[in-house]
């Protein structure tokens, strides 16, 4: 017995030593993490799952866990609490711990506003399609109502054919390339029997969403509450009106860019309903948030110092008080072309101002311009200009109709979308091929000879105002060609003198407002 026992003394011995020898090399705690073997091998990560694995391997974190701001903290502060890690080192990483709240916070500002910035640029890019897509719209559709409506037959020079043209000729001082064709003159008319609606963003879908009969039904209920609104105003008063007026809204179209086309039966009614205190009770009575554009005129207000901002209100009241227009007479002012557009030294540019009323419009055409800065403004109707495709840049065709496999860029001629561009300071027309300027300048050869054939196309474009009877010089206006119907229930010429000195003071002429369908819709 004494022989089986004593060598369990050792092995017990032997066997209590064990935990010993675990002591002595104790096992590293899972919070911090462990020292990695100086004898494992790594390469740096260049790619953020390569770190994510590293790190995990390492037990800093698991593949699963969320990167963000905490976990970037919490692995940092693990580091420096590493044993052996030097005092110095230590600090350094609580150093950039500190650092890293405002870091991220400015990661992800930048994030939300290259994002935003995509989004602008997307938006803007398909408003300036939109109004693309509506500008022409627009022309055809009133090309093709001077299509329908000029006559298609020659007239037989009869004695009272001759004895109307002998009155119908326009002014001696003014060039001959004034009198318009039948067709040109039927696309006027049809213009300034034309009112725009524009709805806003948050309404446009709604508006959308109604038909050609709705919108009509629309108009006409939102005139009958708009007259009752203004009725017994001094503005209807001052209009000598004893009756109701009876516009007809004949039409009703959808333009791409989200505004409603309305034509009415007659300029004189669209030019009643252009007139701000009519126009303000149209929008508030409409039923959707709406800008009610009347006609719709753009000038040019040239000369116009750069040191003003003409963006503001300021520069619309100062318009409205000194020639005299109701208040809201000026949908809005802006440059007509942008500030990056403008040539060293440039101390005057021209400025775009829309009008409600081609009337209103007309009379700041025909007046010197409003004093300022010691110096007089001019102002001018703005032409059209030819359709400049803005995917492939060429002219004459609109984007939805481009056939290029290719977007051009309008600034820097490159292959690649104009909102994408990384070249802004590049310019090459993609049009002459020019280094001196983008494909959008005014002044390029190609958008010359384009205009030029646009014009030919279009004679009406050059005509200095709106209503193409109109003169400079004369205060009887040019009357239509033989060709169009001399029959109208505007006010007789030998009033026109008078007239046009009332609205020169701010008054608006009167203006014949019983519904005679017999003249045709736009006569």
Not at 23 to 33: E, G, K, L, V
Not at 429 to 451: I, L, T, V, Y
């Amino acid at each position: 017995m004494t022989s089986r026992t004593r060598p369990l003394a050792p092995s017990r011995l032997l066997s209590n030593n064990v935990p010993a020898a675990k002591t002595a090399n104790p096992r590293t705690p899972a919070d911090p993490p462990a020292v990695p073997d100086a004898k494992t091998t790594c390469s740096p990560p260049t790619a953020p799952s390569e770190a994510v694995t590293l790190l995990s391997t390492l037990g800093y974190m698991l593949e699963t866990d969320t990167i963000n701001r905490n976990l970037i903290t919490k692995v940092l502060t693990s580091v420096a609490n590493m044993a052996g890690l030097t005092n110095q080192a230590a600090n350094v990483i609580y150093a950039v711990i500190q650092l890293l709240p405002p870091a991220l916070d400015i990661g992800i500002q930048l994030e939300f506003m290259t994002s935003a910035l995509a989004e602008i640029s997307k938006k803007a890019e398909a408003a300036e399609r939109a109004a693309e897509e509506s500008k022409l719209t627009v022309m055809s559709f009133v090309e093709q109502q001077g299509i329908c409506r000029a006559p298609t037959h020659p007239q037989t020079t009869t004695e009272s054919t001759i004895q109307r043209s002998k009155t119908t000729q326009p002014h001696p001082n003014l060039p001959q390339d004034q009198k318009l064709p039948p067709d040109a003159i039927e696309r006027c008319k049809f213009r300034a029997a034309s009112v725009y609606v524009q709805p806003s963003e948050q309404h446009r879908h709604r508006i959308e969403m109604l038909d050609n009969q709705a919108l009509l039904d629309r108009a006409a209920a939102t005139f009958e509450l708009a007259w009752a609104a203004v009725k017994d105003t001094d503005f209807v008063r001052s209009l000598g009106l004893r009756n109701q007026p009876k516009p007809r809204f004949v039409s009703a179209k959808h333009l791409p860019n989200g505004t409603v086309l309305y034509q009415l039966s007659h300029r004189k009614y669209a030019l009643f309903l252009s007139q701000a205190p009519i126009a303000r009770a149209f929008e508030q009575n409409f039923g959707f948030d709406i800008t009610f554009r009347g006609q719709q005129a753009e000038i040019l207000l040239e000369g116009f110092p750069l040191k003003y901002d003409p963006c503001g209100q300021t520069l619309i009241s100062t318009l409205e008080n000194s020639f005299q227009m109701q208040p809201g007479s000026i949908l809005s002012c802006s440059w007509a072309k942008p500030i990056s557009a403008r040539t060293p030294g440039q101390k005057r540019a021209a400025v775009r101002v829309v009008l409600r009323s081609q009337d209103d419009a007309d009379d700041l055409i025909a007046r010197p311009g409003a004093e300022l800065d010691n110096s007089k403004f001019i102002f001018r109707r703005l032409e059209e200009d030819p359709i400049r495709c803005l995917r492939c840049q060429k002219f004459g065709h609109k984007s939805t109709d481009c056939r290029s496999p290719q977007d051009i860029c309008r600034q820097c001629g490159g292959k690649h979308r104009s909102s994408a561009c990384d070249s802004p300071g590049t310019t090459r027309c993609a049009n002459c091929g020019s280094d001196e300027h983008a494909s959008w300048f005014r002044k390029c050869p190609e958008f010359e000879k384009a205009r030029i054939k646009f014009n030919k196309r279009r004679p009406e474009n050059r005509r200095p105002f709106f209503d193409h009877t109109r003169a400079f010089e004369s205060a009887e206006p040019i009357k239509d060609t033989p060709e169009s119907s001399s029959k109208r229930t505007l006010p007789s010429d030998s009033k026109s003198t008078e007239q046009h000195q009332n609205s020169m003071h701010g008054h608006t002429p009167e203006i014949g407002l019983v519904d005679d369908d017999t003249q045709g819709p736009t006569a």
